[in-house]
């Protein structure tokens, strides 16, 4: 087989797999590769194995047997062609694999296996976590398409089992903090009939401030305010003691230092080995409003977190096999390893937030959060407050301490869209905590470190912006540290087909519509346009196909050249970026009949907070014509 040929039976086969898993994540998506994976190498056999235990075990996630999913569990590695692949190469064995691993023999026998093919699956810091693997019952020879398609699947794969294993760490670590505040207790203080203490438990040395060892056998007197051992002595001298006795706040308690404190608490009586004894169940209400404060943050931090996770891209999700890509690619990964600031450059809808998640999850903060803050969305005035955060009275509305983005990005990456947004009052608050690494919150005093990766974007000429004056050079030169240029949509238009199969593929599963793809018609009506609205653009117009196709194959309408199709991008590149954003949202809005807010709203449309579009309408001066 010639090259040529090779290449395009393997663009015919990476196609097929594409459009078979493109609308899945995750679980789905391993399950989805398989049989795709086995129809198109022509073999029986595909599964996918997670290495556990110190890389003693693997746990088989999904397991294809020709015609369906076969049942899965855990075995040894040791013995078996999958421990071969914990050095991180590929392993092939074309034939008699049964002879070469006697332990395995028999279970090789009984699957007549006679070939099997395996390449690991590696995360972000090149660790083995697990392995893809196809078996056949005929001889198998790996030729350059099945290693070629082997590792970029592999590699996918790979990045969807991580994907799953930080979900997995995300959901435990949620579950600990919900057992956490679950189990926090109050104060339990048992008494004997002579009021001395039997039973002191952690929360009560805590709240009292002393240690249980030192507690026990102390009069119960000393530590109830004398309003309140009135009340308590007064309660277990009744004949009806038995019947628990609440006291509500408006009592106060004493620390073992003589500290008197708010509290609300119950005294109940307890018999037990023939004694009486009554115990007091107390709680500090300054404690409770503190704990519930620290909650609500921790909620915030977690829900903030949740998003992020939600809205995250891996870097082996985003799609384009073109030079311009191909080189793109390669620059995320020599830069995400460093720590130096990024600014990210290109059209509107080009991915520029891809890039940023891309730059994240491959550096060495991955662990910690990515947080983004967008600065077009805001208004100037509550721009310093969203950055640096703001306590408690700093202004009117401010009624509790907040976290600011840099703060809560302590550790992480911190990304600035539209950065070219900024007023030049923020700009300067921007560049000392970017040079320091420090700041006030507003309101504040203290002085917080931090240590944050910085991530910009903008679709503006920034360099452009500081020679008009309305940029400040020194923050330019700041955050220009390493640009990356994300090509407009015009300029790679072999991406055009895949990206559109897969958009289209993600919205036959959200639609419930058998959509196989889009007709050679209307492919080539797709790749003649100029996207000015660039992936977002592409997508939103992959959307309305599908949601008016009547049919399994998708015909672009007669609506698509409302928009004007532009023979190779000419017509949008003849014209300034703030004209063509201005002109595509007015077209949009036109559509949807002024409609901004709403599921078939030109904000949705246009992938945009409703906030955002009223901002840019007002910059761009798009108003809507009078009846």
Known sequence: MSDGSVIDDLERVLLHIAEGTASATGAEFLTALLPALATCLGVKYAFISEFIDDNMRARILAFWNGSAFG???????????????????????PRDVAAQFPAEAEQFAELGVESYFAIPMLNAARRVMGHLAIMDTKPLSAGPRDLAVFRIFGARAGAELERMQADAALRASEERLSRLVGSAMDAIVTIDGGRRITLFNPAAERIFGCAAAWAIGQPLDRFLSAPLRELVVSHLARADAAVPLWLPSGHSALRANGAAFPIEA??????AGGETFHTLILRDID???????????LQQEAAFLKREVLASHAFEEMIGATPVMRELFETLGAVAAADSTVLVIGETGTGKEQIAHALHKLSGRREAMLVKLNCAALPSELIESELFGHEKGAFTGATVQRKGRFELADGGTLFLDEVGELSMAAQAKLLRALQEQEFERVGGTRTIKVDVRVIAATNRDLGAMVQAGTFRSDLYYRLNVFPIEVP?????????????AHFLARLARKLGKPLTGFDAASLARLERYGWPGNIRELQNVVERAAVLAKDSVVSLGAGFDAGGEMPGGATAAARTLEEVEAAHIRSVLEDVAWIIEGKRGAATILGLEPSTLRYRMGKLGIRRPSR
């Open 71 to 93: 049942p899965v569990g855990e075995y040894l590695l040791a013995g078996t062609p999958c421990e071969l692949v914990l050095n991180g190469e590929v392993i092939c064995f």
């Open 266 to 271: 119950t005294v109940s009586l307890l018999e």
């Open 287 to 297: 404690e409770r409003r503190r704990a519930a404060e620290e909650i609500a943050r």
């Open 488 to 500: 407009p949509l015009r300029a790679r238009v072999p991406d055009i087909a895949p990206l559109a």
